[in-house]
């Protein structure tokens, strides 16, 4: 699976790297076909209720055997600058991440996160999934 230019989409029923299949939605983010490439997705401003903290469980796509990617959540500053909230390198391991993020820093606020993944050298196999990602109090 994949694009030569990167690529987000939406899976209502993912299979994941560790083999099970899920009913839960998960977004995949695939990356440019080019060494040390990004992917950034800017979110539309959203309130952020009071202790609201983001989750969602990484994984690489089943089979890309050769995924190494890094997976930032990122809020953008009133002038445009980014500011790393966690970083995670998510590697073709059998094995799923789960991140939990607290953001009651940013509750009764209005606020952009931006989604960044990063190719650790050749993008070859870097599609990884963000199952069911939210934010809630």
């Given at each position: 699976?994949?694009?030569?230019?990167?690529?987000v989409t939406l899976d209502p029923q993912p299979q994941l790297e560790n083999g099970?299949?899920?009913?839960?939605?998960?977004?995949?983010?695939?990356?440019?076909?080019?060494?040390?490439?990004?992917?950034?997705?800017?979110?539309?401003?959203?309130?952020?209720?009071?202790?609201?903290?983001?989750?969602?469980?990484l994984g690489c796509l089943r089979g890309n055997t050769a995924c190494e990617a890094?997976?930032?959540?990122?809020?953008?500053?009133?002038?445009?600058?980014?500011?790393?909230?966690?970083?995670?390198?998510?590697?073709?391991?059998?094995?799923?991440?789960?991140?939990?993020?607290?953001?009651?820093?940013?509750?009764?606020?209005?606020?952009?996160?931006?989604?960044?993944?990063?190719?650790?050298?050749?993008?070859?196999?870097?599609?990884?999934?963000?199952l069911k990602p939210m934010i809630q109090p």
């Amino acid at each position: 699976a994949g694009d030569a230019g990167g690529f987000v989409t939406l899976d209502p029923q993912p299979q994941l790297e560790n083999g099970a299949a899920d009913d839960e939605p998960a977004l995949w983010l695939g990356l440019q076909n080019a060494d040390d490439s990004y992917l950034q997705a800017v979110f539309p401003a959203l309130y952020i209720p009071a202790n609201a903290k983001f989750t969602t469980v990484l994984g690489c796509l089943r089979g890309n055997t050769a995924c190494e990617a890094e997976f930032s959540l990122n809020y953008q500053d009133a002038s445009g600058g980014l500011h790393e909230l966690g970083s995670w390198t998510e590697t073709h391991d059998g094995q799923i991440s789960r991140v939990e993020v607290d953001l009651s820093a940013f509750g009764g606020k209005i606020t952009t996160f931006v989604f960044l993944l990063k190719a650790k050298g050749s993008p070859v196999g870097d599609v990884i999934h963000l199952l069911k990602p939210m934010i809630q109090p």
